[in-house]
């Protein structure tokens, strides 16, 4: 079974950049997503890349900001954010589908194998 990893988490200042790793074991063939959840709010999904990692889609929050990528040989997930917001804190998950895929998808119901997440504080 694909077990997930998250870490790279910090406290930060507004504009700062910080990247999110996601270690993977275990088979591989699946689409990727990372989703981040505010304290008090629901999970929210903002990227998703393809099992191949040749395509990628974004939410319109984190869109030119966020970058998500993937390592297949190193099974490795990252998601790279640029010009951080106070908005931008929560915590943050890796997660998987439970079959392989082809093309990234930002409905979250596809996403059911999940990291313990990693915290994002941003201040002002």
């Known amino acids: 079974q694909l077990q997930l990893a998250e870490s790279g988490g910090d406290a930060v200042q507004a504009g700062e950049s910080l990247t999110l790793t996601c270690r993977a074991s275990g088979v591989m063939d699946n689409c990727m997503a990372w989703f981040r959840q505010p304290p008090g709010k629901e999970r929210e999904i903002l990227a998703s890349?393809?099992?191949?990692?040749?395509?990628?889609m974004y939410a319109d929050p984190v869109k030119g900001r966020f970058t998500i990528s993937r390592d297949n040989d190193k099974k490795t997930i990252y998601l790279q954010m640029v010009s951080l917001l106070p908005e931008d804190s929560a915590m943050y998950f890796c997660a998987g589908t439970t079959a392989r895929c082809l093309r990234p998808s930002l409905t979250p119901k596809w996403y059911t194998l999940w990291g313990q997440g990693t915290p994002v504080n941003v201040s002002s």
């Open positions: 890349i393809a099992g191949s990692g040749g395509s990628t």
